[in-house]
Nanobody, 127 residues
Framework: QVQLVESGGGSVQAGGSLRLSCAAS????????MGWFRQAPGKEREAVAT????????SYADSVKGRFTISQDNAKKTLYLQMGGLKPEDSAMYYC????????????????????WGQGTQVTVSS
């Protein structure tokens, strides 16, 4: 069993920055793929970035490359998403996910392929 809790969301103006955090607990020893997803009203949940906890490989959606950075702390208990150059189209509920397939830990992954989810944290970017 794995529990995930997100924090760090809020309201910012376009061009601003936010750092989202995801605290993981439980049986995380064999979790090798984690990621951040977002979902705006009326839209499907989409992958933003993924991280392979074993090899530290990262992957990003084209829409956020160069602006967002996914990372993990040294103890591998917290996942981060550093967001810069925020745009109004980045506004969404952001979710932390864990338990994705080890052989396809990429930003093209489907949300249904992740086993564990956090409750979400809201990000609102105004123009």
């Amino acid at each position: 069993q794995v529990q995930l809790v997100e924090s760090g969301g809020g309201s910012v103006q376009a061009g601003g920055s936010l750092r989202l955090s995801c605290a993981a607990s439980g049986s995380t020893f064999y979790i090798y793929c984690m990621g951040w997803f977002r979902q705006a009203p009326g839209k499907e949940r989409e992958a933003v970035a993924t991280l392979s906890t074993g090899g530290s490989w990262t992957s990003y959606a084209d829409s956020v490359k160069g602006r967002f950075t996914i990372s993990q702390d040294n103890a591998k208990k917290t996942l981060y998403l550093q967001m810069g150059g925020l745009k109004p189209e980045d506004s969404a509920m952001y979710y932390c996910a864990a338990g994705g397939p080890w052989n396809h830990c990429r930003a093209s992954i489907d949300a249904a392929d992740f086993r564990y989810w956090g409750q979400g944290t809201q990000v609102t970017v105004s123009s």
